[in-house]
């Protein structure tokens, strides 16, 4: 069986998001929350919340227990992107994008 999370427009980018996400597939869930706790990054406590999420799911809709758990995939997608501008010389202005993106947590219980 597997469980889903997202956590859509989270305002990191996601090039970011994924240098934390690749360590998290093919770990057992409470492993990768004990992992996130002590990675220093924005990114690791945006990945927590959504897989504590993905947890409480498995627990309480599908009646599984969280030791069993294992992460099936941790995937970032891009999510839109604000665009904002900067002043800089002579008037004009730089435009630069606060990209956003989306976190999608599947867990299995299946090993």
Known sequence: MEIRSYSKYMRISPKKAREVARILPGKKANEGVALLKYIPRKAARMLDKTLKSAMA???NNSNLSADDLIIRE??????????????CARGSAH????RMSHLRITLTDEG
């Open 95 to 98: 435009p630069y994008k606060k």
């Open 57 to 59: 799911n498995a627990e």
């Open 74 to 87: 941790a995937i970032v997608e891009e999510g839109p992107a604000m665009k904002r501008f900067r002043p």
